[in-house]
Nanobody
Framework: VYVKESGGGSVQAGGSLRLACAAS?????MAWFRQAPGREREGVAA?????????ADFVKGRFTVSRPMVRNNYTFYLQMNSLTPDDTAMYYC?????????????????WGQGTQVTVSS
């Protein structure tokens, strides 16, 4: 059982990146979190197949999430637009095996290793 992130990199302010999270199996809820140096890990966005997504206030209108309904493909995407230097962080994909879908870290028991996003001014 695993989730694995990809798609991080360096971009200039105002640019875009798409992160992908490959999951080994179906999970009711998948989410993105991020952690900048010296700061606590925080929720970015979460999505189940039964809702339109839950977003942190700081990304509303800039980030979207999607989970295409493709047979045997459990990839979860985070599209990030209008990036700013404040979005610089390690981004983590997470999943849970419970029927909840929030931005609470404690709800997630499956984590990826993270992918670095760096936004320069």
């Amino acid at each position: 059982v695993y989730v694995k992130e990809s798609g991080g990199g360096s971009v200039q302010a105002g640019g875009s990146l798409r992160l992908a999270c490959a999951a080994s199996e179906y999970f009711y809820c998948m989410a993105w979190f991020r952690q900048a140096p010296g700061r606590e890990r925080e929720g970015v966005a979460a999505l189940s197949y039964e809702d339109d997504g839950t977003f942190a206030d700081f990304v509303k209108g800039r980030f979207t999430v999607s989970r295409p309904m493709v047979r045997n493909n459990y990839t979860f995407y985070l599209q990030m637009n209008s990036l700013t230097p404040d979005d610089t962080a390690m981004y983590y994909c997470a999943a849970n095996e419970r029927y909840v879908c929030t931005l609470l870290i404690s709800e997630y028991n499956i984590w990826g290793q993270g992918t670095q996003v760096t936004v320069s001014s």
